[in-house]
């Protein structure tokens, strides 16, 4: 899990530009917490980020995977779409985030934590 960083105050959208260049050139995968309103990135799978962000305490059912197109406006950057995200238990039964009320907390949250 090389690479994978904790999110936990601000950084520049200039880092996460660097980050995305590293891997996928103009998106980064994310996955948040919507709990402690923190997100790893930095990895190439939203697997690994989760698996980095359960180790350091978050729990399952608040973290949801996302893709940031770091070079599109930020109304546009987020989508929402992983594998992590399906969890019928949760009557999440796609790789989107089905809940509009959850989508509103993680673009919250990834706007207040890159700027």
Known sequence: MDGIRIIREKITLDEVKTIAK?????????VVDVEQKIMAIGADLHADEEASLLEQGSKQDNLWGINLYVEMPKTEWLEF???INIRPRQNNRSKGVENIEIQKQIIEIVNNLIG
């Open 81 to 83: 779409d992983s594998m």
């Open 22 to 30: 590293e891997q996928f050139g103009d998106m980064i995968k994310c």
